[in-house]
């Protein structure tokens, strides 16, 4: 996720958020334009899974948090999964969006991955542990995929994926949802940028022409 706005701790003040741009780090506080409630929703979801293991979370607990109602989560969510579902997607595509307008470059889309799951190392950790088998880590592994999938179509006006080239992106998501795992647990000492320098080093060869050049 690129940019995620979070509530202030004081519950029910929609007036005052911290807008926190995972690009660059910076944060302020203050009246920003309204969110959504999709949007809150989700910003409420993050700010319980910093505490408590996404899977034991409720709807009824996000509702709460977000000054909502719950009738209106009902109104865009069918479950908790879903708006986990949601949240993901909406990222990536801010994140595309982003990428294919040149408006920030693939290192510094590395670079918010790794500031945003540091951010949340409890929702990385409780929520996509457990590898493949954990549904939730499944949901972010898809959907890491089709976004790198999509930017490289986008990016080099293709139809589809080269042959093959789908096999090294779910090699490259893969180790680099290991590597935010290890880090965000402070597992390496090393800075956010060696961490991305790195990820960038070790990504397969076929797919350095179509994301780094």
Not at 103 to 129: D, K, M, P, W
Not at 157 to 166: C, I, M, Q, T, W
Not at 185 to 201: F, G, P, R, Y
Request: with cysteine; glycine share 6%; hydrophobic share 35%.
């Amino acid at each position: 996720m690129i940019e995620l706005p979070f509530r202030s701790p004081r519950r029910g003040n929609r007036e005052t958020w911290r807008n926190c741009s995972l690009l660059t780090g910076k944060q302020r506080w203050g009246p920003v334009k309204k969110r959504t409630s999709k949007e809150i929703f989700g910003d409420a979801l993050l700010l319980l899974a910093r505490k408590e293991e996404l899977e034991r979370i409720t709807v009824k607990q996000i509702v709460e948090q977000s000054g909502l109602s719950l009738q209106t989560f009902y109104n865009h969510f069918h479950d908790k999964e879903e708006l986990v579902a949601w949240l993901h997607r909406e990222g990536s595509e801010r994140a595309l969006n982003r990428l294919v307008e040149r408006q920030c470059s693939f290192h510094e889309i590395v670079l918010a991955c790794i500031r945003f799951f540091t951010e949340n190392s409890n929702y990385l950790r409780t929520g996509f542990g457990g590898g493949v088998e954990n549904p939730y880590s499944r949901l972010s592994l898809e959907g890491s995929c089709n976004f790198l999938s999509s930017y490289i179509c986008r990016r080099n006006g293709l139809e589809k994926l080269p042959e093959k080239l789908d096999i090294f992106v779910q090699m490259f998501v893969f180790s680099c949802m290991c590597a935010f795992s290890e880090y965000s647990a402070h597992k390496w000492d090393i800075t956010m940028e060696e961490l991305a320098a790195c990820l960038e080093l070790g990504m397969p060869e076929p797919l350095k022409p179509y994301l780094l050049n």
